[in-house]
């Protein structure tokens, strides 16, 4: 009997899985995690990296075409410096150890969010993981760092509003394609929407992460604390996806022939 679950094997047992596209994960939990063991916050914010080591590698088995990561928001900065300077160490060691296993897992790494902010060392470790796996074809693995949706939705606004005072736009040409092409979510296209949007450790907000994306994602809390999210964590959600029944505003395929 085997030991390990393959890919192959994992594939299989999940082949009446609908997989989602795109994932989208708050990553939260992690200061409670530390205080229950009596640790410091950064051991928390530490056992999250590898969390994101173990759920990037399951999504991108499963075949999750992106999975974006809520890793520092606008909002972070008004936490104590220290613990702010340990989570802008955390995107420094973790390509340090982890871009071998993207290149060989095929995952491109992309960055959403005003990474101009960040302390030089933070921004080159970000760089250089964009550069380095920037052939690969597979899974992209989206990190949002010192991003805010609020933020994003005004930035896009300025844009546009700047090209119609320049006399190249019209207001009314303006449209949901223009728009999405303003967002930091621009370059991946279709896939710009998160399909399901996870967020640990029992709080039920949204917290200014993807505002205009997340319109219609499908949305699933667990109380489940970031270090501790597994592969099965991330199965359990797919499962949940798996039976929703998503209308987009219209009607479902069951209503449609029953009226
Ligand atoms: C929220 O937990 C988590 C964060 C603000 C940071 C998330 C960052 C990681 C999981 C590591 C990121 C890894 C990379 C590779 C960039 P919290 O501190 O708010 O937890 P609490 O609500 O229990 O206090």
Redesign the pocket.
């Known amino acids: 009997m085997a030991l390990f679950k393959t890919k192959n094997s994992l594939n299989s047992e999940m082949t009446n899985l609908k997989i989602p596209n795109h994932i989208a994960i708050?990553?939260?939990?992690?200061?409670?995690?530390?205080?229950k063991r009596f640790m410091p916050?950064a051991a928390?914010?530490k056992a999250?990296?590898n969390?994101?080591k173990r759920v990037t590698k399951t999504a991108s088995d499963l075949g999750v075409k992106v999975l974006t990561?809520?890793?520092?928001?606008t909002e972070?900065w008004t936490?104590p410096n220290d613990?702010v300077s340990f989570?802008m160490q955390?995107?420094i060691?973790?390509?340090n150890e982890?871009v071998p296993d993207l290149v060989k897992n095929n995952i491109r790494v992309k960055v959403m969010g005003d990474i101009n902010r960040l302390p030089a060392g933070t921004q080159k470790a970000v760089e250089r993981a964009i550069r380095q796996t920037s052939d690969n074809t597979g899974m992209v693995l989206n990190?949002a760092?010192n991003y805010g949706g609020q933020l994003e939705i005004i930035e896009a606004t300025k844009i546009l509003a700047q090209r119609v005072a320049d006399g190249l736009l019209s207001p009314d040409e303006i449209n949901a394609d223009m728009f999405a092409n303003v967002l930091n979510t621009s370059d991946l296209g279709d896939l710009a929407a998160p399909d399901l949007m996870i967020r640990t450790?029992g709080?039920l907000r949204l917290s200014n992460f993807m505002p205009y994306q997340a319109a219609y994602s499908e949305l699933y809390f667990t109380d489940v604390?970031?270090?501790d999210y597994t592969a099965e964590d991330l199965n359990q959600a797919i499962s949940a996806y798996t039976l929703r029944d998503r209308r987009f505003g219209g009607l479902t395929q069951n209503s449609e022939s029953e009226s």
């Open positions: 708050i990553m939260d939990g992690n200061g409670r995690w530390a205080k916050r928390g914010h999250g990296m969390t994101v990561l809520y890793a520092f928001s972070n936490r613990e989570l955390l995107p060691d973790f390509f982890f990190f760092l450790s709080e604390l970031w270090p």
